[in-house]
């Protein structure tokens, strides 16, 4: 779950990175939508029967980094921002969690007995 809540802090930060670095217009429009996709993802994948729900944030985090050179950014800064940004939300969305309990069991549940 730390992973998550790293990613979640992430996503807030990317909200509010463009009035504390001083984006362009561009980039600032990204992040206000980027951010909150990210954090929205991060915190329902704190529970353990959502916690694949992670994985939605790859997409995202690979976009972070490609986002820079597709909308031609014109400072340094939120080019680096979205990259490290990026980056740390892919490696932080494949670090799996524990997970202690099982939940459901789709179609596979219909074919096991119930004394297990």
Not at 27 to 47: E, K, L, Q, R, Y
Not at 80 to 91: F, P
Not at 92 to 99: Q, T, Y
């Amino acid at each position: 779950m730390w992973a998550q809540v790293l990613n979640a802090l992430l996503g807030i930060w990317l909200m509010a990175s463009p009035a504390i670095i001083g984006s362009e217009k561009i980039a600032t429009d990204n992040a206000h939508i980027a951010g909150p996709i990210i954090a929205s993802f991060a915190v329902i994948s704190w529970w353990e029967a959502t916690r694949s729900v992670r994985l939605y944030n790859l997409p995202v985090g690979a976009w972070l980094l490609l986002a820079p050179w597709v909308l031609q950014y014109q400072h340094t800064a939120p080019l680096v921002n979205d990259m490290v940004v990026g980056a740390l939300v892919i490696g932080l969305s494949l670090v799996k969690g524990k997970i202690t309990d099982q939940y459901g069991g789709g179609w596979s549940a219909i074919w096991k007995s119930k004394e297990q």
